[in-house]
């Protein structure tokens, strides 16, 4: 499962992208609001935090179809290879998703709540389809289940489309999907760094490094004479 950064925080992603196994960085108008700036400079140090080869997702806002093509090209002008336009998946969506995908440029369709949704998206031409598992979750419905469903219609239609689960708040809610082989997990800086944020692990560690020094006087092997 490939793990993307959903954040526009630049010290968050500078921070992951260097110690974290991360394959770029996913961002909705929402996520680039908290930034409080322009949100072009803000997609710019992102890729350019990153580089030029890992993926950033960046959505169209304006809900005409003409509107959807216009923010699409503008921003793979913004961010070049390896970006993808996040389309809702909506009739409107659809649409631009089929017209962009003629043009070359890659699609995800978003705010997917239900597996119809994400069916329609991936036959209109999206690369990547995006349920949000914990939104689904708090309207009393099984976000996972829901996941799993979609992966299944995608793989059982031998459809040219990927998931990418999006709105987590927990681990479980994506060890579960890792575990069920879904493609793409995108999650907060927070929700990533909660993968291993656990004291038996700090303990285990720190007891390793008290023990060697207890035996040698040292807290490294290349200090030792
Ligand atoms: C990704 O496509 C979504 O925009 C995002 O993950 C939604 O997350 P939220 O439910 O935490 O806002």
């Known amino acids: 499962m490939k793990l993307f950064i959903d954040d526009a925080n630049i010290e968050a992603i500078k ?31 992102i890729r350019d935090v990153i ?8 959505q169209a806002v304006d809900l005409s179809y003409e509107g959807m093509i216009r923010d699409a090209h503008m921003i793979m002008d913004l961010l070049g290879k390896n970006t993808v336009v996040k389309l809702p998946s909506t009739p409107t969506g659809f649409k631009a998703m089929a017209a962009l995908k003629k043009d070359g440029i890659l699609t995800c369709g978003t705010v997917v709540y239900t597996p119809m949704q994400a069916y329609l998206a991936a036959k209109a031409g999206a690369s990547y389809v995006a349920p949000y ?72 560690i720190q007891d390793f490094v008290n023990d060697f020094e207890a035996l040698t006087g040292k807290t490294s092997m290349s200090e030792l004479d």
Do not use: H, W
């Open 15 to 45: 921070e992951l992208n260097e110690y974290y196994p991360i394959d770029g960085v996913t961002t909705n108008p929402s996520i680039l609001a908290k930034a409080k700036r322009d949100p072009r400079e803000t997609l710019k140090e």
């Open 51 to 58: 580089g030029e080869d890992k993926i950033i997702f960046a």
């Open 133 to 204: 598992v914990n939104r689904i979750d708090n309207m009393g419905y099984d976000g996972v289940g829901v996941v799993k469903k979609i992966q299944n219609i995608l793989e059982n239609n031998g459809m040219d489309c990927e998931v990418l689960a999006a709105s987590f708040k927990n681990s479980m809610q994506v060890l579960e999907l890792a575990e069920y082989g879904v493609g793409n997990a995108t999650c907060a800086a927070d929700v990533i760094k909660g993968f291993v944020k656990n004291a038996a692990i700090d303990g285990a």
